[in-house]
């Protein structure tokens, strides 16, 4: 399933049309993973028209990432925040996902460590509605253990949302499809839950909330820290640790989070079916606080929402 295209990328500095958005075939981040990118959902909110949840916070996460491996974004965080927003205007977006990526170019060779590293980068954006199928937000979906393990410590940095990290979450996920499921949960090389191939894992028994912590080969995620802060808002208290896969068996929910998972639940894990079969209680409750930041239900203590303001009026074939 391809996606919705719209009118307009920035690309390498400036506006051009969504099919103009193009690279060479023998760019370094092609060939060898060496990427970075973050993935952003604006919503369209009843308190402030469309709003991009967190958008800061992802894009010092987008420049952490290049800084792990030592590059730098060729914009400030500053800059890349409008660009964001300008690119949602232009193409007209009330609720949308913005993809940013910034990679290692054709300019610098194809030596797997170049003399030097120039990053070039794009944005852009288009509609993406449920991640894990219609329906999954509310019914819940079916999961497995993945026969393959995330990385080890000092392999490759998990903290970095970097292409080349991402092979881990494709064989996790393509597994997972063929077996019949919507997604994988994959153990780390010590044999604890580590994350899906695109999602991090909640775990409840009883009132308390599980999920495996930063040292367990996982992202941290956006939406996982939200949630971690709107269940103690809610009262719940969030334990983070190292967690054996019986866990899961034996949990009484299981939830999914990401910003293209959003807070999806888990029915089943192996066959096992989880609580009720179908989203439980605390869960719906997550959910509920979650999505109310949009329709203004949760308020905003955080100041979370970034509202995208109105249209420029520019022409978007300049930058």
Not at 19 to 40: K, N, R
Not at 65 to 88: F, H, M, Q, W
Not at 99 to 120: C, F, H, M, T
Not at 226 to 237: D, F, S
Request: charge should be neutral; include cysteine.
């Amino acid at each position: 399933m391809g996606l919705d295209k719209c009118e307009w990328i920035w690309h390498e500095g400036k506006f051009v049309p969504w099919e103009d958005a193009q690279i060479h075939v023998l760019s370094h981040g092609l060939h060898y993973g060496t990427s970075f990118f973050e993935g952003i959902r604006a919503y369209e909110t009843k308190q402030n028209g469309t709003c991009v949840f967190r958008l800061n916070d992802h894009n010092i996460r987008f420049k952490n990432s290049a800084k792990i491996y030592g590059l730098e974004l060729p914009e400030s965080v500053d800059t890349i925040n409008e660009i964001c927003r300008e690119v949602l205007r232009r193409n007209n977006l009330k609720s949308a996902y913005i993809r940013p990526i910034a990679w290692v170019g054709y300019e610098n060779g194809l030596k797997v460590g170049p003399d030097s590293s120039v990053l070039n980068m794009s944005i852009a954006a288009f509609p993406w509605g449920a991640y894990l199928g219609e329906g999954g937000l509310e019914n819940g979906v079916d999961v497995c253990i993945s026969t393959w393990n995330r990385v080890a410590p000092n392999t490759i940095p998990a903290a970095a949302k970097a292409g080349g990290n991402y092979l881990s979450g494709f064989l996790i996920s393509q597994e997972a499809r063929k077996r019949g499921c919507a997604e994988g949960i994959a153990l780390g090389t010590d044999g604890r839950i580590s994350e899906a191939g695109g999602a991090n894992v909640f775990i409840i028994k009883g009132d308390t909330i599980y999920t495996p912590p930063i040292a367990a080969s996982i992202l941290g995620g956006i939406t996982r820290d939200t949630i971690i802060t709107l269940a103690g808002k809610l009262g719940y208290k969030v334990r983070e640790e190292q967690l054996t896969r019986e866990f899961l068996y034996l949990a009484d929910e299981v939830f999914f989070t990401g910003t293209a998972a959003e807070v999806t639940p888990i029915r089943s894990v192996d066959g096992i079916k989880v609580g009720i079969g179908k989203r439980g209680p605390i869960t719906e409750k997550i959910q509920n606080a979650f999505f109310g930041l949009f329709d203004g239900s949760t308020k905003d203590e955080w100041n979370w929402l970034d509202p995208i303001g109105a249209h420029t009026g520019k022409k978007a074939a300049t930058a």
